[in-house]
């Protein structure tokens, strides 16, 4: 690897050029984007989601999960963003890569079907206390209204 550490910066819009050693965090478009840290110079983006990347901010550092697969380039680069840190990690064959595509399909049609189900909440329903016996209700409530706003924003943005 080329790159050893990231340094992240909040953005509001992505620049049109990247530094190399930038890791770009737009919450905004819950994006974050940087160039491959094996120097090959592409533009590797990470959408911020439930089912695909998700990322942690410490207050000093950021750490992406799960790691960074460059399949589609020619370097096939392969690493984690641990705490700003670059840790380089094993490759992988064609197999295992298709093996995981197939696995995020599978998890994020589930994802979305699930959505698609969820129904929506009043928002000036009365929610139970969580200390009652109603805990796991309140659980389910506030996870179907998460749900649901969520929803409702993805729908009213592509109008």
């Not at 695909?52 to 370097?75: H, Q, R, Y």
């Amino acid at each position: 690897m080329q790159h050893t550490h990231l340094k992240h910066q909040f953005v509001t819009q992505i620049p049109e050029q990247l530094q190399a050693g930038v890791l770009y965090i737009s919450m905004e478009y819950a994006t974050a984007i940087h160039l491959c840290c094996c120097g090959c110079g592409e533009e590797v983006v990470t959408p911020l989601t439930p089912h695909d990347w998700n990322m942690k901010f410490d207050g000093e550092t950021v750490t992406l999960s799960p790691s960074i697969g460059n399949w589609s380039f020619a370097c096939r680069s392969h690493y984690f963003i641990r705490r700003g840190r670059i840790i380089k990690a094993g490759s992988w064959t064609n197999e295992e890569v298709e093996a995981n595509r197939r696995i995020d399909r599978v998890a994020k049609a589930d994802y979305y079907s699930n959505l698609e189900q969820t129904p929506v909440v009043n928002p000036t329903q009365e929610i139970p206390h969580p200390e009652s016996q109603e805990k796991t209700s309140f659980l389910r409530l506030w996870l179907d209204s998460t749900r649901a706003f969520w929803r409702n924003l993805r729908r009213t943005s592509k109008h």
